[in-house]
């Protein structure tokens, strides 16, 4: 059996959604460093003791529905790219979710949430500069589905699955 590992939570995006960012992340994020499909983080680092906890509360959140989410352009990340995401309903649900976990947030958890997806990473400044100026330039805000929350065991490679949670 493999020991405790840390938790990470997510937003699980729509399908049609999570293929566009999936396809945005191929043609952008280093392929050496690309072992992830596209993800919104909404937790970096949970405790592994937490486990049965995440579940319960993400299905609980999975039960009030889908939050209004819209993708709401690039941002720099000074070394990569990402879309900003803007959804008050999802700030909502984190804060909610900080709160019951605050005696076990890491600082970067306790820090000021900025939602987004990562399409490129680790690059030179100026690759990630060019990138962005290019994505701005044609960029139009569109709606982004969050189809449910999943929570998911790190173990420094890809992320296994402890739980996923879909919204009616």
């Not at 043609?27 to 319960?56: C, G, I, K, W, Y």
């Not at 490129?120 to 990138?131: D, F, G, I, R, S």
Request: hydrophobic share 40%.
């Amino acid at each position: 059996m493999d020991p405790p590992a840390p938790i990470i939570v997510t937003a699980v995006l729509g399908r049609e959604d999570q293929a566009w960012l999936d396809a945005e992340r191929q043609a952008h994020f280093p392929p050496e460093r690309n072992f992830l499909a596209a993800h919104l983080t909404m937790f970096h680092h949970l405790p592994p003791s937490l486990a049965d906890e995440v579940r319960q509360r993400l299905g609980d959140l999975a039960r009030e529905g889908a939050p209004a989410a819209r993708i709401a352009g690039p941002m720099s990340l000074g070394r990569g790219v990402a879309y900003r995401i803007d959804s008050p309903e999802l700030e909502d649900r984190r804060a909610w979710l900080a709160d019951c976990w605050a005696d076990v947030l890491t600082p970067q958890d306790r820090a000021p949430w900025r939602p987004h997806v990562t399409i490129q990473n680790k690059v030179e400044p100026l690759e990630a500069k060019t990138l962005l100026d290019r994505l701005r330039r044609d960029f139009q805000a569109r709606p982004l589905a969050i189809a449910g929350f999943a929570s998911w065991y790190y173990r420094g490679g890809p992320w296994e699955t402890l739980s996923r949670h879909m919204v009616a």
